[in-house]
């Protein structure tokens, strides 16, 4: 089976999130295809100027923003979307987002996009 695998933004960008890479291994292992996505470092690399410094540790509040992130999506629709069609082109049978409390709500949000 083909399972997707995607971290949204706020995560550290200096400690990948390993869980992530442990449990696309195992999959692997177990003869499944993985599309794994940092959408974390994608973004990041690609937002607009004035949100990079969004991912420093002290500014992880901001994420927990339900306005913030609406915001944030919607100043980055384009670079978003793009993401979403790369999950949507994988074909995937089962997407997986990796989970943490700053990054619940982006998180939510992709699910909603992808669903």
Do not use: T
Request: glycine share 2%.
């Amino acid at each position: 089976m083909k399972v997707a695998l995607v971290i949204a933004p706020s995560w550290s960008v200096v400690k990948p999130p390993i869980s992530l890479a442990l449990l696309a291994a195992s999959l692997r292992k177990k003869g499944h295809d993985v599309f794994l996505l940092d959408l974390n470092n994608q973004i990041r690399l690609r937002c607009r100027d004035e949100y990079k410094d969004k991912w420093d540790p002290e500014n992880d509040h901001y994420w927990k923003d339900a306005s913030f992130v609406k915001r944030f999506i919607d100043e980055h629709q384009q670079l978003v979307d793009s993401y979403i069609e790369q999950i949507m082109d994988s074909r995937a049978g089962i997407v997986g987002l990796c989970v943490y409390y700053p990054n619940q709500l982006m998180s939510l949000e992709i699910a909603r996009l992808i669903k």
